[in-house]
T-cell receptor
């Protein structure tokens, strides 16, 4: 069975600080996909990024960057120079091939960015 | 492009009443998912459809819950009779093709059963 662990329940930072959200996953499959979603206070779930298990290149998109390391089964998300608008719950999720289209979500990390 | 559209956004009803949640997936998407989000259990997949056919309903909590997808652009999740423990945010999501495509979520329906 698959599992996604987001050990950080809540993180508080001051605006302009960098912050890293941790995600550790478990699966026996060799082919899988990892995702990050953002849930702002308004409640919707917004897709941020997808990464497949064969692509370990880090990715940067503006202030967001993702570090995928198969050796440690981690897919961490860093926000550089955080802003108040980054305040949200962030979910890491995993899906395996052969498992239908069933996403396994972590429990989420609540990020609070304060002035 | 229009995203996944859910209605209503909020629903408050009394225990025992029938509740119907509606979802319009993104045009061209062939997978549709219903999720429930609660503080205690997080995000749970209830059921998903592929080309309007239910594929996996193992997450449906009990017989009071039912879901239909009569055509490619519409799905319903019905609870009858509703109970207070059904109070949650219900999300509909859609995706296209295989597992590597991201699921796109609607804004959710916040359901409160009194």
């Amino acid at each position: 069975a698959q599992k996604v662990t987001q050990a950080q329940t809540e993180i508080s930072v001051v605006e302009k600080e960098d912050v890293t959200l941790d995600c550790v996953y478990e699966t026996r499959d060799t082919t899988y996909y990892l995702f990050w979603y953002k849930q702002p206070p308004s409640g919707e779930l917004v897709f941020l990024i997808r990464r497949n298990s064969f692509d370990e290149q880090n990715e940067i998109s503006g202030r967001y960057s993702w570090n995928f390391q198969k050796s440690t089964s981690s897919f961490n998300f860093t926000i550089t120079a955080s802003q108040v608008v980054d305040s949200a719950v962030y979910f890491c999720a995993l899906i395996i091939t052969g498992g239908g289209n069933k996403l396994t979500f972590g429990t989420g990390t609540q990020l609070k960015v304060e002035l | 492009d229009a995203g996944v559209i859910q209605s209503p956004r909020h629903e408050v009803t009394e225990m025992g009443q029938e509740v119907t949640l509606r979802c319009k997936p993104i045009s061209g998407h062939d997978y549709l998912f219903w999720y429930r989000q609660t503080m205690m259990r997080g995000l749970e997949l209830l059921i998903y459809f592929n080309n309007n056919v239910p594929i996996d309903d193992s997450g449906m909590p009990e017989d009071r819950f039912s879901a239909k997808m009569p055509n490619a652009s519409f799905s319903t999740l019905k609870i009858q009779p509703s109970e207070p423990r059904d109070s949650a945010v219900y999300f509909c999501a859609s995706s296209q093709g295989t597992v590597n495509q991201p699921q796109h979520f609607g804004d959710g329906t916040r359901l409160s059963i009194l």
